[in-house]
């Protein structure tokens, strides 16, 4: 399983756009990137999953660039309540159990 | 069906003593997973069943630590003789086969051990 690096934390305010990268050198050609967002006390949501290029849903995109030796998941305007943990997992689905790092501590404020 | 539940939300126990968690998964997914989640960490991988069949236990899971799913719907924990160490919250989550890396989460159960 690829190996992830993420900031540790990072603070934005409310409306702007955040972009969180994440770097996995040794991504395999079968491995998928993946985030996931977890709030206190809860456990983790799925974001967005993505291969190659980019990949877009109603909550965020996912730009993969054309080496896929980083991702960065990008928040549009984002609000008080995206403040979470933002977690980068790259791994083969066939191996199906998700492998987490620390993540990436988001703050947005007013 | 409004997600993964978790039972109970917060358990206190002194050490030495056995506990039992029990996770619902949402009740067409067919896979299911423990991980386990202490503070300031990401979730760690645990074990995981595809319908009663536990096919995977992590290192982590050591011989005080079961898990079954008898019917390959519910799934319980269970931790034999506890120890402060294992003070955790443990997330249980659900998916589909083909769901490539989509898993559903529970709100997790906290074990504090005293």
């Known amino acids: 399983l690829a190996k992830t690096t993420q900031p540790i934390s990072m603070d934005s305010y409310e409306g702007q756009e955040v972009n969180i990268t994440c770097s996995h050198n040794?991504?395999?050609?079968?491995?998928?990137i993946t985030w996931y967002q977890q709030f206190p006390s809860q456990g983790p949501r799925f974001i967005i999953q993505g291969y190659k290029t980019k990949v877009t849903n109603e909550v965020a995109s996912l730009f993969i660039p054309a080496d896929r030796k980083s991702s960065t998941l990008s928040l549009p305007r984002v609000s008080l309540s995206d403040t979470a943990v933002y977690y980068c997992?790259?791994?083969?689905?066939?191996?199906?159990?998700?492998?987490f790092g620390t993540g990436t501590r988001l703050l947005v404020s007013p | 069906d409004t997600g993964v539940s978790q039972d109970p939300r917060h358990k206190i126990t002194k050490r030495g003593q056995n506990v039992t968690f029990r996770c619902d998964p949402i009740?067409?997914?067919?896979?299911l997973y423990w991980y386990r989640q202490t503070l300031g960490q990401g979730p760690e991988f645990l074990t995981y069943?595809?319908?009663?069949?536990?096919?995977?236990k992590s290192r982590l899971l050591s011989d005080r630590f079961s898990a079954e799913r008898p019917k390959g719907s519910f799934s319980t924990l269970e931790i034999q003789r506890t120890e402060q160490g294992d003070s955790a919250m443990y997330l249980c989550?659900?998916?589909?086969?083909?769901?490539?890396?989509?898993?559903?989460f529970g709100p997790g159960t906290r074990l504090t051990v005293t």
């Open positions: 997992l790259v791994g083969d689905p066939g191996f199906q159990k998700l492998v």
């Open positions: 069943f595809q319908n009663e069949a536990q096919l995977e």
């Open positions: 989550a659900s998916s589909n086969d083909g769901d490539h890396y989509e898993q559903y």
């Open positions: 040794n991504i395999a050609t079968n491995d998928y």
């Open positions: 009740s067409e997914h067919n896979r």
